[in-house]
């Protein structure tokens, strides 16, 4: 089972750390990618990491301002989001699958019903 936390009330311009953390299972042998929400609209994906941690992705508007990082000791994926704006707004939420899985999610998240709770970051100015 995967837990995201670390979603608040942020002002615009402000950073925020998410974490996913994994519990009865091990995270080191798997990928793992963020993806996000805004009622009303599809899913999009943010942010993937390989299992190892050599291989990462951003979508165009993460690029540069989001970094995804793993911490297989904490069994625990980050995504440290700096710069925010009020587009950011959104419930976070992440998997993990082999790196295949992960990169046909990526494409096709419609397709996955195994959502978490995700955590809500609201960016406001």
């Known amino acids: 089972q995967l837990a995201e936390s670390g979603g608040v009330s942020v002002q615009t311009g402000s950073s925020l750390r998410l974490s996913c953390a994994a519990s009865g299972f091990s995270l080191s042998d798997q990928s793992v990618a963020w993806f996000r929400q805004v009622p009303g609209k599809e899913r999009e994906p943010v942010a993937l990491?390989?299992?190892?941690?050599?291989?990462?992705g951003y979508e165009n508007f993460a690029r540069g301002r989001f970094t995804i990082s793993r911490d297989n000791a904490k069994n625990t994926i980050y995504l440290q989001m700096t710069n925010l704006n009020s587009e950011d707004s959104a419930v976070y939420f992440c998997v993990a699958d082999n790196w295949e899985g992960i990169l046909r999610l990526w494409v096709f998240p419609g397709r996955f019903d195994g959502w978490g709770h995700g955590t809500q970051v609201t960016v406001s100015s």
């Open positions: 990491i390989s299992s190892g941690g050599d291989k990462t």
